[in-house]
């Protein structure tokens, strides 16, 4: 079985504190992803890495970094946390960037 | 790019039938997905369609495409409390099967026992 774990199921941050969301995955997949999901509005996606150091913007990467230095493991990087990114964000993994694999979410709040 | 839409919300009785509705903008999509997401996980790929077939069926689940009018159909059979989850439609975002899902909004799916 797939599996893609994030380091936290929940967190709660200080505005201005810099925060790092880690996600790895065991299947060897080339593609990994950082959404996040909000009530009413769905999920967006964040970034996505087609390759290790490989990296695209996604529809909302205002405010977000991320990192790729191995090919197991995608971190998403809040430079300085606001509390409008409090937020459920969700990492997935998928040889097709169509077929993918989600870990269980990190629910964020930033106060 | 590609836009999907679905209904927020639909409720059905045990062992009733379940259609969820979604509707797409973009014809080129090589792939049409179905996930699913229970309360308090991360989403679950539950089946796809190719863009050239009309239906695919995967025991309680059938898929119906309808490339005319962008329609996507995911309807489940004997719907069971288990069933209770968000439902999301997703196309590929430029088309073909390199870009990336764009998803709907989710279909909140209750089952009254």
């Known amino acids: 079985d797939v599996k893609v774990t994030q380091s936290s199921r929940y967190l709660v941050k200080r505005t201005g504190e810099k925060v790092f969301l880690e996600c790895v995955q065991d299947m060897d997949h080339e593609n990994m992803f950082w959404y996040r999901q909000d009530p009413g509005l769905g999920l967006r996606l964040i970034y996505f890495s087609y390759d290790v150091k490989m990296k695209e913007k996604g529809d909302i990467p205002e405010g977000y970094s991320v990192s790729r230095e191995k090919k197991e493991r995608f971190s998403l990087i809040l430079e300085s946390a606001s509390t409008n990114q409090t937020s459920m964000y969700l990492c997935?993994?998928?040889?097709?960037?169509?077929?993918?694999?989600f870990g269980p979410g990190t629910r964020l709040t930033v106060t | 790019g590609e836009d999907v839409e679905q209904s927020l919300f639909l409720s059905v009785r045990e062992g009733d039938s379940s259609v969820i509705n979604c509707t797409y903008t973009?014809?080129?999509?090589?792939?049409l997905y179905w996930y699913k997401q229970e309360p308090g996980a991360g989403l679950q790929l539950l089946t796809y369609i190719f863009s050239n077939m009309d239906m695919k069926q995967d025991q309680r689940l059938t898929v119906l495409l309808n490339k005319k009018d962008k329609h996507l159909s995911l309807r489940i059979a004997d719907t069971q409390t288990g069933d209770s989850a968000i439902y999301f439609c997703?196309?590929?975002?430029?088309?073909?099967?390199?870009?990336?899902?764009?998803f709907g909004k989710g279909t909140k799916l209750s089952v009254k026992p």
């Open positions: 997935a993994s998928g040889r097709s960037r169509g077929e993918q694999y």
């Open positions: 997703a196309g590929q975002n430029y088309g073909g099967s390199q870009g990336n899902l764009i």
């Open positions: 973009d014809s080129s999509s090589t792939y």
